[in-house]
């Protein structure tokens, strides 16, 4: 091996990725969503989504989902280091594979085309709840709900039909049956 | 109806009801609403700073030797960014801050206004929590919600932004709400189950080792007792991070001396071969674990801390005590005590051959230096200077390098609270202005800051403000005319490339002393050495002592970087013994 010359330890193996979805409850106050993003950026942890709106008009409280990716170390860290912020109550924590747990996002697409190929754009998104949001002689918005790999398919699929933009939330999460988030 | 007061005037009700009795600050026009109240309030003195880092390190100087939180007041734009740097020492450190500043009208905030800057999101990642107040009415919840921050749990810096338009709009003044009595027994997780699993650890160990940290510091001086009977109960050796010194015993025979990077062979090795670590508040830095994959790998480890972040954020630990390290300490040797284990008899045998063993990497002697007649060494003077104060309560801060290692390595500490040094940040300058908070704090006691010449020049002006408040702090320089840590490295790392780490032109430090209206003291030879720190230590009021040093030494023993803790360099002399020569030369 040759030899380090910093004074810091050399990086050591890299462990397997897992994806999470973290949820957080917060204080809708300001800077509380550049708290919570900052602590992602400075301690170099990932953030691959993000959705942010007020549930709790009352108490003023904000929901904000994560999607992010790391080792069971990071994830853990990634938790606790959220929890002692001052304006986050409580802090859940899920994998994408969980079973018990939904995970949705919606996208609009803007199809610029004839309508025989809208038509087919409606067809081929038929699966994930269609809606069509605007739609005019040579146009249409179509708005859908599904998981991310999805709606990346989905993206792929309609561009030669005439997609021209696209927009996208980021991922919202919510447990299946009475159980709610503790 | 109760009394409408300023903003200015609800600042120093809440100062007052916090008990607050110094704050360090330099006025500016953003704040001159909250000066020009300050004389309305005599149970409060301001001490002027020269530089608002130094303000901070004056701050976090106080609340390390005094227990309470330090106080910073400063004025917008470049008040706030000059502390950024002492904030984040103090978040580091965990060091209870609250740091006051001033900000521009709220009308003009995002205009880009003279001496404006995002104060709040420049000190965000640099304080646990930080507040911008838009509404008078939000001011005395929100300053007793920032003491209450920086003092509970793992304390910290908290920043408080007022604009000026706030310190001069009137409200109501609400007092401090009364805190349930919990005695910090909500951040208490820890179970009596886990005291039994640790307790049944403990009685199984044969090779133990007890790693204390800062936490048993911020946990008062209660937990430096209680840790002291846990240490003899048990017969435990026990070794402390940098951090940690004075919570046990400098000088008692079961302390290893501190670990890490430059800590001794003993604690370093006994870290390395033992069966059972107890981290009690420490946070497994990475100047203390060195390798991690090869940290004391044959060890059950616990940790112990009051923040559930430090669980497991760098060690996997196999039993984690969440809690004030008091309260766990208390629970800890009450359980011993009533389980009747006698584990003072029945370890003493377990533990003999690990005892044994322990002494024989003791013999190495590892702090050990080659003295000289002609040149001061470093290291011989922070032992002169400990055997000339160790009679009287001395308080030592430090600046940042090699001369850092050397005092934490010579002084030997048998108080709590008695070292301040700037260790997870490690801020050059640090040293000179944390002593000038520690003199306030106790204006009675010896207050010495062991310094390097280089790191002193950083905040060198705040020897106006010890003149000006007669704080008779002595600055120790260990003047090696080199960045002495960076020197170091280049000499082992980067084949004697001295890029940079030589002072080609230093202040005489007497003639600056002069200057400044302090008194100023130079040493040169190993025979004039103690009638001068006698002489310093005499002299009623600040002294600037120029110590000259062998520009040469390097700070042994050290772990060279990416290696684990049993595979230590050791001083010069047991270099010397193992040199290969002859024969052996050719050979290599």
């Known amino acids: 091996m040759a030899k380090s010359k910093s004074a810091y330890s050399v ?172 | 109806m109760s009394k409408l007061l300023t903003g200015a005037e609800i600042v120093f009700k809440c100062l007052e009801d916090q ?12 704040v001159l609403p909250i000066y020009d109240e300050l004389k309305n309030h005599d149970s409060i003195k301001h001490i002027l700073v020269r530089h608002e880092q130094g303000a901070g390190h004056a701050a976090e100087g106080y609340a390390r030797s005094s227990g309470k939180p330090g106080v910073v007041l400063v004025t917008s734009g470049p008040g706030a960014t000059n502390v950024v740097t002492a904030l984040t020492d103090a978040y580091m450190d965990s060091v209870p801050l609250v740091c006051i500043s001033g900000q521009v009208p709220t009308h003009l905030i995002g205009t880009d206004a003279f001496q404006e800057c995002d104060t709040t999101g420049i000190t965000r990642p640099c304080t646990k929590h930080n507040w911008l107040v838009k509404d008078i009415k939000d001011l005395s919840k929100i300053l007793h919600e920032a003491f209450k921050v920086a003092t509970t749990g793992r304390p910290g810096p908290v920043l408080v932004d007022i604009p000026k338009d706030i310190q001069f709009a009137k409200s109501k003044y609400s007092k401090p709400k009364s805190e349930k009595k919990l005695n910090g027994s909500s951040l208490n997780r820890f179970t009596q189950e886990e005291v039994d699993k640790l307790i049944e650890m403990m009685s199984k160990a044969k090779k133990p080792i007890i790693y204390s940290g800062g ?24 070794t402390s991070t940098l951090q940690g010194l004075g919570a046990y015993p400098g000088d008692d025979s079961q302390f290893l001396g501190m670990l890490g990077m430059h800590g001794t062979y003993e604690a370093n090795n ?39 972040s430090s669980i497991n954020k760098i060690i996997k630990v196999d039993l984690a005590l969440v809690g004030d390290v008091n309260d766990v300490i208390n629970k800890i040797t009450k359980t011993i005590n009533k389980k009747k284990l006698n584990l003072n008899k029945s370890n003493k045998q377990q533990i003999s051959k690990w005892w044994e063993q322990i002494q024989k990497w003791r013999q190495k002697n590892s702090l050990n230096f080659i003295n000289s007649n002609e040149a ?41 609270n008695r070292w301040m040094t700037s260790g997870g940040l490690g801020t050059m300058g640090y040293g000179l202005p944390a002593a000038v908070g520690v003199q306030i704090a106790h204006p009675e006691k010896l207050v010495v800051d062991i310094a390097g010449e280089a790191s002193v020049l950083m905040t060198m002006q705040e020897m106006s403000t010890a003149v000006q408040y007669n704080l008779p702090i002595k600055i120790f320089i260990l003047n090696n005319q080199y960045m002495g840590m960076v020197r170091q490295w280049q000499e082992l790392l980067h084949e004697k490339n001295y890029s940079e780490s030589y002072s080609e032109a230093l202040p005489d430090f007497i003639k600056m002393a002069d200057a400044y209206g302090c008194k100023g003291i130079k040493a040169e030879t190993p025979d004039e050495l ?21 520009p040469n030494e390097n700070c042994f023993p050290m772990i060279p970087s990416g290696k684990p803790h049993n595979q230590m360099i050791l001083g010069p002399k047991e270099q010397e013994e193992n040199k290969i020569t002859g024969k052996g030369k050719a050979l290599v």
């Open chain 1, 11 to 182: 990086a050591t193996k890299k462990e397997k990725l897992d994806t999470h979805i973290i949820v957080v409850w917060v204080d809708n106050e300001a800077g509380v969503l550049a708290r919570v993003v900052g602590l992602f950026s400075g301690r170099g942890y990932n953030i691959e989504s993000l959705a942010v709106a007020e549930i709790d008009l009352k108490k003023n409280i904000s929901r904000i989902t994560i999607v992010t990716t790391g080792t069971p170390q990071v994830i853990d860290q990634i938790k606790l280091q959220l929890k002692k912020l001052v304006p986050v109550h409580k802090v859940a924590d899920f994998k994408r594979e969980d079973k018990s747990v939904i995970f949705k996002e919606m996208a609009l697409f803007k199809i610029v085309a004839k309508k025989n190929k809208i038509d087919k754009c409606l067809n081929a998104c038929k699966k994930f709840n269609p809606v069509i949001l605007d739609k005019t002689k040579n146009s249409a918005v179509i708005q859908i709900t599904a998981l991310r790999r999805e709606i990346d398919k989905m993206s792929i699929k309609l561009k030669p039909l005439g997609l021209i933009s696209a927009s996208r939330t980021g991922a919202v999460a919510m447990t299946r049956g009475e159980k709610v988030f503790n």
């Open chain 2, 19 to 30: 008990a607050v009795e110094y704050i360090f600050g330099y006025p500016g026009g953003a």
């Open chain 2, 215 to 238: 936490g048993v510091i911020n946990s008062g001086p209660e937990a430096s007792e209680a840790l002291r009977e846990l240490v003899q109960l048990t017969g435990f050796p026990i």
């Open chain 2, 270 to 308: 006994a870290m390395h071969d033992c069966d059972l670590l107890i981290n009690i508040g420490a946070r497994f830095d990475d100047r203390i674990t060195g390798k991690i994959d090869e940290f004391s790998p044959k060890s059950k480890k616990v940790h112990i801390d009051i923040d559930p």
């Open chain 2, 376 to 416: 001061i060494k470093p290291q011989h003077a922070v032992q002169r200077l400990y055997e000339l104060t160790k009679n009287q309560d001395t308080f030592i801060t430090t600046e940042v390098g090699q001369h850092q290692m050397w005092a934490a390595q010579h002084y030997k500490f048998n108080k709590p």
């Open chain 2, 530 to 550: 103690d009638k001068k720190i006698q002489e310093m230590i005499d002299y009623d009021g600040p002294v600037i002592f120029d110590c000259h040093v062998d």
